[in-house]
């Protein structure tokens, strides 16, 4: 069988009953460590292989492996387009496939907040910029939310980890470029780090507060749209009033 293993915030304290129990039975354990800086680094004192992006994304050898086979991905495996194809792939070769879910980012870090979740729009993703790669196709899709009232959630970029001064300063440049009043000094945004683990924090803040923060990758960054009475109470709990 191959398993694609769900692994949620912090694996292996995040799996599963159901997931310990089989990833135990496993000959091969294939640990995927693109999507989260928090890849399972070690199970049982099992031999592990770690696969990076490109690995995962030619993953015929996989099935070349005899017995059962653990796939263990970050957060829910099903959030990157990657880890479906190979699912897809088991069931044309006829290949016996299950899939374990878990916690997962989406939607957890808006609704952590108590925003609710049908007033999430589409997932942004902050690359890191380079003198030769700035785009503003992040900025667009978050207008565009805005437009519509959602509530945006923005993932960093985990390769490496993105610090939250770094994203702050991709998004104030990206208001300088694009000049539409998303964001400046006096807009608030929540911040989720090190979501579900002990050290994590939960923050909503105007910028010129938040930038002061240290937070601990994985960072989130949701920027609110049209606010519920019942939202605005919830997002209270967590505002900075320095």
């Known amino acids: 069988m191959i398993g694609i293993v769900s692994a949620g915030f912090n694996p292996p304290s995040s799996l599963t009953l159901e997931e310990i129990e089989f990833l135990r039975k496993c000959e091969h ?14 199970f049982e004192g099992k031999n592990l292989t770690f696969a990076e992006r490109e690995r995962l994304e030619d993953f015929s050898w996989i099935f070349d492996l005899s017995g059962n086979v653990g796939i263990v991905i970050s957060g829910d495996s099903f959030s990157a387009t990657t880890h479906f194809n190979i699912y897809k792939e088991s069931l ?25 979740l049908y007033k999430i729009g589409p997932i942004i993703s902050l690359p890191r ?5 700035r785009p503003t196709s992040p900025y667009l899709k978050i207008m565009e939310n ?23 300063d991709e998004l104030l440049w990206l208001e300088k470029e694009m000049k539409q009043g998303l964001f400046s000094d ?32 994985p960072i989130t960054i949701i920027l609110p749209g049209e606010l519920h009475f019942q939202e605005k109470e919830n997002l209270s709990l967590f505002e900075l009033f320095y």
């Open 29 to 42: 354990i294939i640990v995927d460590t693109f999507t989260s800086p928090f890849y399972m680094k070690a």
């Open 129 to 133: 910029f380079s003198d030769k790669f």
């Open 92 to 116: 044309k070769l006829n290949r016996d496939v299950r899939v374990f879910h878990n916690a997962t980012i989406v939607p957890i870090a808006a609704t952590r907040f108590g925003l609710h």
């Open 186 to 217: 006096e807009i608030k945004l929540g911040i989720v780090s090190s979501l579900g683990m002990q050290n994590e924090k939960i923050v909503y803040g105007k910028i010129k507060q938040i930038s002061s923060l240290t937070a601990t990758p």
């Open 146 to 168: 805005v437009k519509n009232g959602l509530h945006s959630i923005i993932l960093l970029d985990t390769n490496p980890p993105m610090d939250l001064n770094e994203a702050l």
